[in-house]
Nanobody, 125 residues
Framework: QVQLVESGGGLVQAGGSLRLSCAAS????????MRWFRQAPGKEREFVAA????????YYAGSVKGRFTISRANTKNTVFLQMNSLKPEDTAVYYC??????????????????WGQGTQVTVSS
């Protein structure tokens, strides 16, 4: 059974940084495009960042471009999200997602096949 497990969330002041990790198991990780989404209370889940299976291409939501960086380590079955210059509006539960069909950039939640349980990120002002 495919599992995605996020970690690294927490409480941080505005302007601070966090690094999220998502460890995958029971899948051939290097075959999957990987993405990060987030969902704030009362809002729909929204796309944050995506990376192709080989790490050669990335795609970001406009609201995070220049502040967040997605990366992956295929030898460790892990995808990361480095978040810098955090703002209170970045507060949300962050989810990683895996896409076995390589849809690109795959910004819709229904374009992703597997999901983690989420990790809370709270940015205080």
């Amino acid at each position: 059974q495919v599992q995605l497990v996020e970690s690294g969330g927490g409480l941080v002041q505005a302007g601070g940084s966090l690094r999220l990790s998502c460890a995958a198991s029971e899948l051939t990780f290097s075959n999957y495009a990987m993405r990060w989404f987030r969902q704030a209370p009362g809002k729909e889940r929204e796309f944050v960042a995506a990376m192709t299976w080989n790490g050669r291409s990335t795609y970001y939501a406009g609201s995070v471009k220049g502040r967040f960086t997605i990366s992956r380590a295929n030898t460790k079955n892990t995808v990361f999200l480095q978040m810098n210059s955090l703002k209170p509006e970045d507060t949300a539960v962050y989810y990683c997602a895996a896409d076995r069909f390589g849809r690109w950039p795959g910004v819709r939640p229904d374009e992703n096949d597997y999901w983690g349980q989420g990790t809370q990120v709270t940015v205080s002002s």
